[in-house]
């Protein structure tokens, strides 16, 4: 029986809410028991206190201190602290678990992924961007309190199941697999008119906004290949991405002998979590099962980065080093936004892109910085201060 002490940070978005649900089928079939340390969320206080109430950890966390009182009420006579604010997510983060799923969107998520990181245990991350922003370092922190980083991403889970980690030398190359999102066949004509509701609308993954227009832009898979960096200590020259529209096989690793192991399944994140949840054993639940014969064929085809060019600017960041990749990932986080604000086109996401790393390359922004927390942090602000400028500047010329 698996036996965990367990905080969730981003309990009551998708990855955060389907870990409880594991967890819950885990312990109905008797394969599992859970304690809760912590759960912390944004601004959802009616989903937060109806998971605290059943899972009773020590303290509930709101990210929106006006929540506060809300949070508070709805906990009434359980006895369970209920707390508010940044520095509240970072306490609870901070607490004793052997188990914390790191699952808070953005850069928001970095300074509580941080403080986890320290804790000794298993940190499952879905937070890409804390890997973007400061892997390095991240890595090294856990390593020294005697943890344990398993990614949580599909693409980064598969990997890791195949991946030698006692023999990386035997590695030539890693192969992410991409869906191609929504347009992975529209001409640029037609993504120039995209909207938000249609950038949202993924083929094959339920997620969140940001997460969909990431992958609809390939955005997130230039993320992806980051985070495949840092986690794996693989250059950017042996990182390769591949459309696989079915979302079947989650992605490979090619060995010097020229084999090639892939990890598969249809797709559905409660997998990657349950694997992380699990690891090093294995959490039977009631998953979609693979059937190779009804699905007849898996395709496969290049990325076209000419329509996609997150996915170059990406690996220019990752090549450039420094505080590129943090600089990359601010930027799209602010340009993602505006588009879902309606302030800005679809294929615009990718010119602000561009131009903020321009830009910051030239104000030394991506200087070789020390990549702790704080100064990656740092590089964020200045990044997201000068993708609005970007911003500006395109409005003033339309």
Not at 221 to 250: C, N, Q, T, W
């Amino acid at each position: 029986m698996i036996s965990r002490r367990v905080s969730v940070l981003g309990s009551t978005g998708s990855v955060g809410t389907s870990t409880l649900d594991l967890m819950e089928r885990a312990e109905q079939a008797g394969a599992g028991r859970f304690e809760v340390e912590a759960l912390t969320a944004g601004s959802n206080v009616a989903l937060l206190a109806e998971q605290a109430r059943r899972w009773r950890p020590q303290v509930a966390v709101t990210a929106d201190p006006a929540r506060l009182d809300d949070l508070r009420r709805a906990l009434e006579g359980t006895g369970i602290e209920a707390a508010a604010g940044d520095t509240a997510v970072v306490e609870a983060a901070s607490r004793p678990a052997d188990w914390t799923m790191a699952a808070i969107v953005g850069a928001a998520g970095l300074r509580s992924a941080w403080a986890a990181a320290r804790n000794g245990g298993v940190l499952a991350l879905a937070n890409k961007e804390s890997l973007v922003c400061c892997g390095p370092a991240l890595g090294e922190a856990v390593r020294t309190a005697g943890g344990r980083l398993i990614p949580v991403d599909s693409e980064h889970s598969a990997i890791f199941q195949v991946f030698p980690a006692d023999a990386p030398e035997q590695v030539a190359k890693l192969v992410l697999t991409a869906s191609g999102g929504p347009f992975r066949q529209a001409t640029t004509a037609q993504m120039a008119a995209v909207t938000p509701e249609q950038a949202v609308a993924h083929p094959n993954w339920s997620m969140g906004a940001k997460i969909s227009v990431d992958s609809a832009t390939m955005a997130n898979k230039g993320l992806e290949m980051i985070e495949a960096a840092y986690l794996f200590d693989m250059p950017a020259d042996r990182i390769d991405v591949v459309v696989h529209p079915e979302s079947i096989i989650h992605s490979l690793v090619e060995y010097v002998d020229g084999s090639t192991l892939a990890q598969m399944g249809p797709p559905d994140m409660r997998t990657p979590i349950a694997c992380a949840l699990a690891w090093p054993d294995r959490l039977p639940w009631p998953a979609p099962r693979l059937d190779l014969a009804a699905l007849g064929r898996l395709t496969f085809e290049a990325p076209d980065e000419a329509r996609f060019p997150a996915l170059r600017l990406a690996r220019e960041a990752l090549t450039a080093g420094g505080s590129a990749p943090t600089v990359f990932n601010a930027a799209n986080e602010v340009a993602a936004r505006a588009f879902l604000d309606r302030r800005l086109g679809f294929l615009n996401i990718a010119a602000v892109v561009a131009e903020t790393m321009d830009r910051a390359a030239r104000a030394g922004v991506c200087a070789d910085l020390n990549d702790a927390c704080e100064a990656a942090l740092a590089v964020d602000a200045e990044a997201r201060r000068i993708a609005d400028n970007v911003l500006g500047a395109m409005a003033d010329a339309a």
